[in-house]
């Protein structure tokens, strides 16, 4: 497989994410896909530190309720 990756700054807050993948062995032709990504304003959590842990779920639920409960007082 031959994979590459591009990531281009758009804009101040912007990065388009390209990728090309080459794998004769998988695929009947390259294919390739782009992503438009964002600037986050919070705290960036990787995916696969928390692959599987259901429970993380819940627990981003229960704190987005207590910000929404404590910007609600103020």
């Known amino acids: 497989m031959h994979l590459i990756e591009r990531f281009t700054r758009t804009g101040e807050n912007t990065i388009m ?3 090309t993948v080459d794998d004769p062995t998988a695929f009947t032709r390259v294919w ?3 992503i438009p990504l964002t600037k986050a304003s919070g705290p960036l959590y990787e995916y ?3 692959e599987g842990n259901y429970s993380m779920e819940g627990i981003l639920k229960g704190a987005r ?3 929404k ?3 609600e007082r103020h």
């Open 69 to 71: 409960a404590a910007a």
């Open 65 to 67: 309720a207590q910000e």
């Open 48 to 50: 696969a530190c928390h």
């Open 17 to 19: 994410y390209e990728f």
């Open 32 to 34: 390739k896909g782009e």
